[in-house]
């Protein structure tokens, strides 16, 4: 049976999401904890976005197939749901391998359910929404979130960034803003891309970008995040961002902006009878039209 998990991480001491020999991920310390409590070797999870080292998340989602005995077996002697059980257990052989203070994980799984049928945690989502946090003066630096915020060390004009930002919203080749992997296509419809400086809450004072899309290739979102930087301290004027994605060339020269300011904020869903469509249609390689290809 496929079992959807919804989790959050602090990013810092991870090497990305993706599993690597020898290396610390959220991958494989996931995994590691699902094969503990399961008792299942070989478990593959299927995650919603594969995040780069030092980025965080509030709120990923990932499946994994279990064979439907281990799963009847997880509560145990108990009358406990076995969502809610592997939820609980999950939570302490996390806790044990973490490497923050004693008891407290930094990968953290929130829920736990059955998937509904057609469900795949990559290729069902239609979106993905990321932040991007910049403080640019000492006022706002809060040494508690450094690990999540850059400190950026000139003033940024918010506004600029704002307008430059608008000139990329839309289905394009965001080749110039991404690192392309062979066989894969870096057309992406970047639905929304806003520039604020945050007037209240924990954020008050900072910089925030806020980008969806419904997906994302490597290194797309700390790309835009760079390129909107550039144009917000004065090194490049507010055209700049749409010149250099018209060029679709990984020479337009877009800086890739530090990995700890950007945190997954939330993946979305269609209904459930929706979910095996949107897999399919996402599995499909797309293509722009000539007339389509510039913003």
Same mark, same amino acid.
């Given at each position: ?23 610390r991920t959220v991958e494989g310390e996931l995994t590691a904890a699902l094969t503990t409590v399961l008792r299942v070797p070989g478990l593959r999870l299927t995650v919603a976005g594969r995040t780069d080292a030092g ?9 994994? /197939? ?44 929130h829920g736990v359910r059955p998937a509904p049928p057609g469900f795949d945690a990559r290729f069902s989502a239609t979106w993905r929404r990321y932040a991007y946090r910049v403080s640019d003066s000492v006022a706002t ?72 899309? /419904? ?39 877009? /800086? ?32 722009? /039209? ?6």
């Open positions: 049976m496929r079992v959807r998990l919804d989790l959050a991480y602090d990013g810092t001491a991870f090497s990305g999401w993706a599993a690597q020999p020898a290396l980025v965080h998340a509030h709120h990923q989602v990932a499946h994994v /197939d279990v064979p439907a005995e281990a799963w009847a077996a997880v509560p145990g002697r108990t009358d406990r749901d076995p969502a809610d059980a592997l939820r609980t257990r999950l939570a302490g052989v996390l806790a044990r391998s973490a490497s923050g203070p004693r008891g407290a994980s930094d990968v953290v799984v630096r809060d040494p508690v979130r450094r690990g999540a915020v850059l400190w950026h060390p000139r003033a940024l004009d918010g506004a600029a960034m704002g307008r430059a930002a608008a000139g990329l919203v839309g289905e394009h080749d965001f080749l110039s803003f991404c690192r392309p992997r062979e066989g894969a296509t870096t057309i992406r419809t970047l639905e929304s891309l806003a520039v604020e400086r945050a007037d209240a809450g924990p954020d008050a004072g900072l910089v925030v970008l806020t980008v969806r899309a /419904d997906a994302f290739c490597h290194s797309m979102v700390r790309s835009l995040a760079g390129a909107l930087l550039a144009v917000g301290e004065g090194r490049r004027p507010v055209t700049w961002p749409a010149e250099a994605l018209a060029l679709r060339s990984r020479t337009a020269g877009v /800086d890739v902006a530090p990995a700890h300011g950007l945190t997954l904020e939330g993946v979305g869903y269609p209904a459930d009878e929706l979910l095996s469509e949107r897999a399919r249609a996402a599995r499909r390689v797309r293509t722009l /039209d000539e007339d389509e290809a510039s913003p």
